[in-house]
């Protein structure tokens, strides 16, 4: 069976959900490791000059 090209990248729901958790100060560095993968595979939406 051949491998998919598809990139994963992470809903813009839980990206947010993600992004909360990182800033909440009370959330375990396990769930901070987890919110960071989800936030490194969302694409970027800054816009490049």
Same mark, same amino acid.
């Given at each position: 069976? =051949? &491998?998919s090209n #598809? %990139? &994963?990248v992470t %809903? =813009? #729901?839980a990206a +947010?959900? =993600?992004s909360k958790t990182m800033r909440d &100060? /009370? *959330?375990s560095s +396990? %769930? &901070?490791t987890a919110a960071? %993968? =989800?936030l490194s595979q969302r694409p970027? *939406? /800054?816009k490049r000059k």
């Open positions: 069976m =051949a &491998k #598809r %990139s &994963k %809903s =813009a #729901r +947010t959900a =993600a &100060k /009370r *959330t +396990t %769930s &901070k960071g %993968s =989800a970027s *939406t /800054r």
